[in-house]
């Protein structure tokens, strides 16, 4: 089984904004295949799932707001006895430009609070990440420039980024990191 993470803040308020990346990655992936999400509220997440090449995979979005994502993940994962090495988190990434996206199978939180939370409850930066860019960000401050929507003129690149990062998810399940890396990055 493979869980895939997509990391975001709860309510229509949060909806478009940039630091929902990971959960706009996530409903792509839910409605390119015809899944909707249903709240598990002991796994503090929204959850669906799907079967790709005869495995199990779990979309989850959790529903504890950013700062907790931990909680959610790591709920999960115990629940449903998920390996480590078998997850996928989705988040945005400040320091990348719109259009790009970074695969990474661990490292630092970056100052990323979703991120932090995640290494926090799992023990471990030892996790498989795919960074979606949201920059550059103007002078103002950060957690003021992730909050914002995306404006109308980013939004025919933020289709083409997720459709990127969608075919980027697919092809690690199948052909692991490095690859991916290679091809992706």
């Known amino acids: 089984m493979k869980l895939i993470t997509g990391l975001g803040n709860i309510g229509d308020k949060y909806c478009f904004t ?13 409605l390119d295949n015809n899944l909707s999400f249903k709240t598990e509220s002991k796994l503090k997440c929204m959850l669906t799932r799907m079967r790709y090449n005869g495995e199990d995979i779990l979309l989850i979005k959790p529903t504890t707001f ?6 959610a993940v790591s709920a999960v994962i115990n629940y449903y006895k998920i390996d480590i090495k078998d997850i996928i988190i989705i988040y945005d990434d400040i320091a990348l430009d719109l259009g790009r996206i970074r695969l990474r199978p661990n490292g630092s939180d970056g100052g990323h609070n979703g991120i ?3 290494i926090k409850h799992l023990g471990t930066k ?7 860019g949201i920059g550059p960000q103007p002078p103002i401050p950060s957690e003021n ?4 929507n995306f404006p109308k003129e980013h939004l025919e690149l933020l289709k083409e980024t997720l459709k990127k990062a969608e075919d980027a998810v697919f092809f690690l399940i199948d052909n692991g990191m490095e690859k991916t890396q290679n091809k992706f990055n």
């Open 66 to 71: 950013m700062n907790l994502s931990g909680e």
């Open 145 to 148: 420039y992730v909050l914002q």
């Open 18 to 30: 940039r630091h929902n990346a990971g959960f706009m990655l996530v409903d792509k992936i839910a």
């Open 126 to 132: 030892d996790f498989n990440r795919l960074k979606i």
């Open 116 to 118: 932090k939370s995640i």
